[in-house]
């Protein structure tokens, strides 16, 4: 054959065969066009081949003497339409010698039985009447014999305890739709043939003009996008192939669908648990059609492959929020064979595209139009996005059950800290290097974090200025952290993870000339956090120092001109920190291990603290006492913060004494500004030394945990030094 394949189909009722062999051909599957419909009788897939333009061949049996005039004038009449291959697809009336010698070994036929089993027109209802466990389809090639000839095609379909004519017929045409378009594409390249003993003969030096169909699967739990994703790739040729819930919405878009029952032969079974999980789609989706013993195999099997799966899966993290829902309802929302099917395509990305996210629908289309197939680099970001899923997937749920009856749910652990912790990073940024240059360093975000949890949350990028390194990312960090635990108009400087200035004022303007003056020093190169919006007068008074990053909740317009000028100024925008600190488990690498701990973000209140010392505090120091307490928790340890007039004066920090920080704290204020101050201790006061030390420097009030065994000799250093002491009973340490 050369040039079109001319492909004549004979009919005798609805055409529903005839449907499908147009519908492949318009996917370009067939191998060959439909250009001829011919018929013994009037029928409605005349109609309808007459409503598609298709020319009809009409040989009525009442205009010939007898059945060998008929079949000669058939003959003739597929001659003259120079048809290269004959199809009877549901045609009623036994061939005769001279249309089967005209066409011998191009005529291919479809019976809705096993043959040699049940021949004739009455093959399922034979089959239901004899009990048979199994029946199906057979599709070969026309001889002299009644539903004879060489087989080229069959395939298996079990008969249910259910099944009707009505139920096991619509599944056995559902079959025939797939399996003969299949074999007319084999006989149009002119693969197959009947040797003069009657047996099948198959070319294989022609194999290669058998066109490979395009096949699409698709199965999303989430719809947003699919239709036009599906309308897409029909328009590139596809078959789409589906089931459930994806299946009806694409049909109520009006495309066509192949139901996945179809193709495997079996309707979804155990309340739809069992749908995909069959070796004809996963056949399809796991063949290297590089391989040439794959591609043997499949077509063997009758099964083609698929180039292009789009899976989304159950979402199960919406169930298990889901207000009373029981374990046995939980349970029934863990895809399985979405995953399966997820990890099966992406494991053969060099064959098949797979489709896990809306997002990735348009640069799939893209590629497609315009190159035919989808990149090998796309198909490699296509799996390592989907394995990325079903680690995610699998790893929620294994929390989720764990909590629910898993170890956890025999102890009194806190779900926060289950038996097994997975976890899921998606990496953000590759940064110029670690704590130091000869390290490398990344950063990585928990997907689907709370924007308002940190500045680091989304990203770490800047509205302006070069990436941020890995130690100003750890000084924003820390500078957000207390800037959440200030009040009212608040600034905050940090440099090397400390708190080097930080003051709660009336205004902005205030809040920065106070946490500057705390150590104006130490302030030079450190990061700030803004407790508010940055505007022209606080960027104005910022840009007069060399700073690395601030942080706020914002940037006006202003401000923003103003600090452009500073090209090596990072600016972070933070909107949650205007709010409270929130609750959250902090992890840390420790010896080959992970800890795991919750923030320490409790809500101190000085309403409780216990007052021991011989007088009270005055209202002046509590309030002063209260801002040191709170800043107090982010600096290292042994932490002493001294604090007057709500902005801090001295900090010592990372001391292994506590008498060594508070000498650090002291000379960090001067004599004139410690003179009159308060102190809070992180940690309790093992020795009165730490306390005398700032005392002597006109330190009036104090605040620490207590618990001390030498509480009272503290105390009574306390009282020869006038000075309130008040106990938090609440530690602070932080390594």
């Given at each position: 054959m050369s040039g079109v394949v001319r492909i004549a189909v004979g009919v005798s009722g609805q055409g529903s065969n005839l449907r499908a062999l147009y519908a492949a051909q318009q996917r370009g599957a067939l191998g060959g066009s439909i250009t001829t419909v011919f018929a013994d009788r009037v029928c409605p897939a005349v109609d309808w081949a007459i409503d598609q333009g298709i020319?009809?061949?009409?040989?009525?049996p009442s205009g010939h003497p007898d059945r060998e005039s008929w079949d000669m004038g058939l003959a003739a009449g597929l001659q003259a339409a120079a048809a290269d291959v004959v199809v009877l697809a549901g045609f009623l009336r036994i061939l005769g010698p001279s249309t089967v010698h005209a066409f011998r070994g191009r005529i291919v036929n479809v019976h809705p039985s096993l043959l040699p089993s049940f021949p004739g027109l009455h093959a399922i209802e034979e089959a239901l009447a004899a009990r048979v466990a199994l029946t199906g389809v057979t599709v070969h090639l026309v001889d002299e014999t009644l539903d004879g000839g060489p087989i080229v095609a069959q395939e298996a379909l079990a008969v249910l305890p259910s099944d009707d004519a009505a139920s096991l017929g619509a599944r056995i045409h559902a079959l025939e739709h797939r399996l003969l378009p299949r074999v007319v594409a084999m006989a149009a390249a002119g693969t197959l043939g009947i040797d003069e003993a009657g047996h099948l003969t198959f070319d294989r030096t022609r194999s290669g003009r058998i066109p490979v169909p395009r096949r699409a699967l698709l199965s999303m739990s989430d719809k947003d996008g699919l239709v036009d994703f599906a309308r897409g790739l029909d328009a590139l040729g596809f078959e789409l192939v589906s089931t459930g819930g994806t299946a009806a919405a694409m049909r109520e878009a009006g495309l066509a669908v192949t139901d996945v029952a179809a193709v495997t032969g079996s309707p979804e079974m155990l309340d739809g648990r069992v749908k995909t999980l069959h070796p004809r789609i996963h056949g399809g989706v796991l063949a290297d059609v590089r391989l040439p013993q794959h591609r043997g195999q499949l077509a063997h099997a009758n099964i083609d492959p698929f180039q292009v799966v789009a899976v989304n899966l159950y979402p199960f993290a919406d169930a298990a929020e889901r207000p009373g829902i029981?374990?046995?309802?939980?349970?029934?929302?863990?895809?399985?064979?979405?995953?399966?099917?997820?990890?099966?395509?992406?494991?053969?990305?060099?064959?098949?595209?797979?489709?896990t996210d809306q997002r990735q629908y348009a640069g799939v289309l893209e590629e497609l139009r315009e190159a035919g197939a989808v990149s090998d680099e796309t198909r490699r970001d296509l799996a390592l996005a989907a394995f990325r899923l079903t680690a995610d997937y699998d790893a929620m749920i294994s929390a989720e059950l764990a909590r629910r009856f898993g170890p956890d749910a025999a102890v009194e652990a806190p779900d926060r800290f289950p038996a097994r912790l997975e976890l899921a990073l998606e990496r953000a940024a590759l940064l110029r290097y670690g704590e130091n240059p000869h390290q490398a360093a990344a950063l990585y975000v928990v997907p689907g974090a709370d924007a308002l949890s940190?500045?680091?949350?989304?990203?770490?990028?800047?509205?302006?200025?070069?990436?941020l390194s890995y130690n100003n990312l750890l000084d924003a960090a820390a500078a957000a952290g207390l800037a959440r635990d200030l009040r009212g108009a608040a600034i905050v400087i940090v440099k090397h993870g400390n708190p080097c200035g930080a003051a709660e004022a009336e205004d902005l303007v205030g809040a920065w000339q106070g946490a500057l003056s705390g150590d104006p020093v130490s302030a030079f190169g450190g990061v700030v956090a803004v407790k508010g919006v940055v505007d022209r007068a606080l960027a104005e008074q910022m840009a007069s120092i060399f700073l690395e990053v601030i942080v706020a909740c914002g940037f006006d317009t202003d401000a923003r001109a103003i600090l452009a000028r500073k090209t090596d100024l990072r600016l972070l925008e933070d909107p949650g920190i205007v709010g409270m600190p929130?609750?959250?488990?902090?992890?840390?690498?420790?010896?080959?291990?992970?800890?795991?701990?919750d923030a320490d973000v409790s809500i101190d209140m000085p309403a409780t603290w216990t007052s021991v010392g011989a007088r009270p505090a005055t209202a002046a120091e509590m309030a002063d006492l209260d801002l040191a307490w709170r800043v107090c928790r982010h600096v290292r340890s042994n932490a002493i913060v001294l604090v007057k007039d709500r902005v801090i004066v001295g900090v010592g920090a990372g001391q292994m004494s506590r008498v060594d920080s508070a000498r650090l704290a002291v000379e960090k204020a001067g004599p004139e500004r410690a003179r009159g101050s308060v102190c809070a201790s992180d940690a309790f006061f093992p020795f009165p030394d730490a306390l005398e030390v700032c005392a002597a420097a006109g330190v009036t009030a104090f605040a620490h945990p207590g618990g001390s065994k030498r509480d009272d000799v503290v105390i009574a250093a306390a009282d020869a030094a006038g000075a309130a002491v008040l106990l938090t009973g609440v530690r602070h340490f932080r390594h």
């Open positions: 020319p009809i061949l009409y040989v009525p029981d374990i046995d309802a939980l349970i029934e929302e863990i895809d399985i064979g979405g995953p399966t099917l997820v990890r099966a395509a992406a494991k053969n990305h060099a064959n098949v595209a797979i489709v940190g500045p680091l949350a989304s990203g770490a990028t800047p509205l302006q200025g070069k990436p929130s609750a959250s488990v902090e992890l840390r690498s420790a010896g080959g291990a992970v800890l795991a701990t």
